[in-house]
T-cell receptor, first 114, second 113 residues
Framework: DTGVSQNPRHKITKRGQNVTFRCDPI?????LYWYRQTLGQGPEFLTY????????KSRLLSDRFSAERPKGSFSTLEIQRTEQGDSAMYLC????????????FGPGTRLTVL | LAKTTQPISMDSYEGQEVNITCSHN???????ITWYQQFPSQGPRFIIQ???TKVTNEVASLFIPADRKSSTLSLPRVSLSDTAVYYC??????????????FGQGTTLQVKP
């Protein structure tokens, strides 16, 4: 399967702990996106990478959130000092970045903060 | 980015054709219209994309009138497995745009036997 993969699929943590999620995009895709989805809502954009450069961050991404994409391959999203409000599905998507491109989403990481 | 409006929910029966209409009155010249499908606990899946007139693929058809202020996703002969949330989005494409997607609440389609 050469689709977008995300690990872990589920994460349960206690409030105040740090968590890190990983996304492996489709190999030839140079664009990578992170979204967050809460129950009953559509996904919300968090941040965007063009290769290794982080080019846009949503105001939803507080200073407790950080994302990296070293060497323009996989990406990590870290949340420090987790809060109960961080409980959500974190989705990663990638796209080739050309005209009329399509974003391909991974299965997501479900975070539960106790 | 253009805002979209679509029904919150729809019901249908197996074998019927389902049409979901989306309004995007402020669509820009370089915006494309894209539909995604999402099942519970999965990421959204691309269904179809178009710019104008009609687009058809193996899954659905997309009808876009000349003014492009609305679009209709048509699912032929739905089955129980088509029960999902369907999102209509408009976004500009090309290397000069980030391509980030703005999702609304989507339309929850319930297919009944």
């Amino acid at each position: 399967d050469t689709g977008v993969s995300q690990n872990p699929r589920h994460k349960i943590t206690k409030r105040g702990q740090n968590v890190t999620f990983r996304c492996d995009p489709i190999s030839e895709h140079n664009r990578l996106y992170w979204y967050r989805q809460t129950l009953g809502q559509g996904p919300e954009f968090l941040t965007y990478f063009q290769n290794e450069a982080q080019l846009e961050k949503s105001r939803l991404l507080s200073d407790r959130f950080s994302a990296e994409r070293p060497k323009g391959s996989f990406s990590t999203l870290e949340i420090q000092r987790t809060e109960q409000g961080d409980s959500a599905m974190y989705l990663c998507a990638s796209s080739p970045g050309w005209v009329a491109d399509t974003q391909y989403f991974g299965p997501g990481t479900r975070l539960t903060v106790l | 980015l253009a805002k979209t409006t679509q029904p919150i929910s729809m019901d249908s029966y197996e074998g019927q054709e389902v049409n979901i209409t989306c309004s995007h009155n402020n669509i820009a010249t370089n915006d494309y219209i894209t539909w995604y499908q999402q099942f519970p606990s999965q990421g959204p899946r691309f269904i179809i994309q178009g710019y104008k007139t009609k687009v058809t693929n193996e899954v659905a058809s997309l009808f876009i009138p000349a003014d492009r202020k609305s679009s209709t996703l048509s699912l032929p002969r739905v089955s129980l497995s088509d029960t999902a949330v369907y999102y209509c989005l408009v976004a500009a494409h090309g290397s000069s745009n980030t391509g980030k997607l703005i999702f609304g609440q989507g339309t929850t389609l319930q297919v009944k036997p």
